[in-house]
């Protein structure tokens, strides 16, 4: 609605559009008006019209900049917020009362070529922030990283998949207790020893054939993986030595730090855009980051292989996990059943590679 028919019907108000209440995603009809100097919104919601939803004088009020054509917001002392898409209106109250409002964005947008550039230099300079800063970031956040902050991510992840998503195990005890005792012989290569690696056993329920790792060493393995694999045993073995690399490595901590800072960058740049873009452009940080599991699944895979081989077991054995989702799953793209676990066809061949390069050089060295 422009100012000259919001005047009309009220010669005091000055814009209409939404009141939230302070912290609360509630929406009210409202309309914004200056009494005296101060600023107050009244409710146009039926039945409840013109009931004073907010009040504030104008040092106390906090009105965004024009960025233009998003919608403006007014926050007001008690947090509550009046955002309304009469940005020309804003304006003209604003103007009247001698302030020039209009943001450094919103200028250059006026003038096209301006613009163009403004738009390249901070695409240029988002670039090299998250090609060189952000993973920089990221790991000197893993490095100073407490021990306390993995365990407390790792309790709280399985206890609300325990309570949400999974079931208590149904394998019998000593078919538990043979995955055990294999996977104790890995871990005791594994870095830290034994003793840091803890493996659930858990029914996937609507998950299905699974295992994956908590960043403190927890690991989870679900009853249909192990009845998917039947009775091959040393396959079990081997994405459980998976699962061990994504823990040496930090990678769901480097995934969580990537996510964080990728969603950062995008709220320096976009700035208070208002809370459903802002979801929008969070969530969408949160995917970019996703593009790093690739070569953390790399990393994964090429531990497993030296972990089964130091253990005297077959180093390949992970390589016929993928053989197994291709014939059972039919499996022969790019990506995978499990959404962690993407590239079956080329991880394939990548294990066998490096399983036959470090039984050769073990070879030549005698070890």
């Known amino acids: 609605m422009s100012m000259d028919s919001t005047l009309a019907s009220d010669p005091q108000a000055i814009a209409t559009g939404i009141w939230h209440p302070p912290h609360s995603s509630r929406e009210v009809p409202a309309r914004l008006l200056d009494v005296g100097g101060s600023l107050i919104v009244l409710s146009d919601e039926e039945g409840d019209a013109s009931k004073r939803l907010a009040w504030g004088i104008r040092s106390d009020i906090d009105v965004s900049q024009r960025v233009g054509s998003i919608p403006r917001r007014i926050v007001f002392g008690n947090e509550s917020v009046f955002e309304t898409r009469d ?183 976009a700035g208070d855009v208002g809370s459903g873009v802002h979801d929008v452009l969070t969530q969408g940080g949160g995917l970019l980051a996703l593009s790093y599991s690739r070569q953390a699944e790399a990393q994964a895979d090429r531990r497993s292989v030296e972990l089964m081989l130091a253990a005297g077991e077959d180093p390949a054995a992970l390589s016929r996990f993928f053989d197994l989702l291709e014939a059972k799953l039919d499996d022969h793209g790019d990506t995978s059943m499990l959404s962690t676990h993407p590239g079956t066809p080329e991880r394939k061949q990548a294990i066998l590679d490096y399983a036959r390069e470090l039984q050769e050089k073990q070879a030549r060295t005698g070890g």
């Open 87 to 269: 940005n020309d209106a804003v304006d003209a109250y604003l103007q009247s009362r001698g302030e020039k409002r209009s943001s450094f964005v919103h200028r250059l947008e006026i003038v096209r070529p301006r613009l163009i550039a403004f738009a390249l230099a901070v695409f240029v300079l988002a670039s090299i922030i998250y090609r060189y800063a952000v993973p920089a970031l990221v790991e000197v956040a893993v490095l100073v990283t407490p021990p306390v902050v993995p365990k407390m991510m790792s309790a709280g992840t399985l206890k609300t998949l325990d309570r949400v998503t999974f079931g208590p195990s149904k394998l019998l005890e000593a078919q538990q207790a043979e995955i055990r005792d294999d996977f104790t012989r890995i871990t005791a290569n594994a870095e830290g020893g034994a003793g840091r690696y803890h493996l659930n056993f858990r029914d996937g329920g609507l998950i299905g054939p699974n295992a994956f790792a908590l960043p403190d060493g927890n690991l989870v393995l679900t009853d249909q993986l192990v009845e998917l694999a039947g009775g091959d045993k040393e396959m079990i073995t081997a994405v459980l030595g998976h699962e061990i690399g994504h823990v040496e490595y930090k990678h769901s901590l480097r995934q969580l730090y990537s996510a964080a800072g990728v969603a950062g960058l995008v709220l320096l740049i």
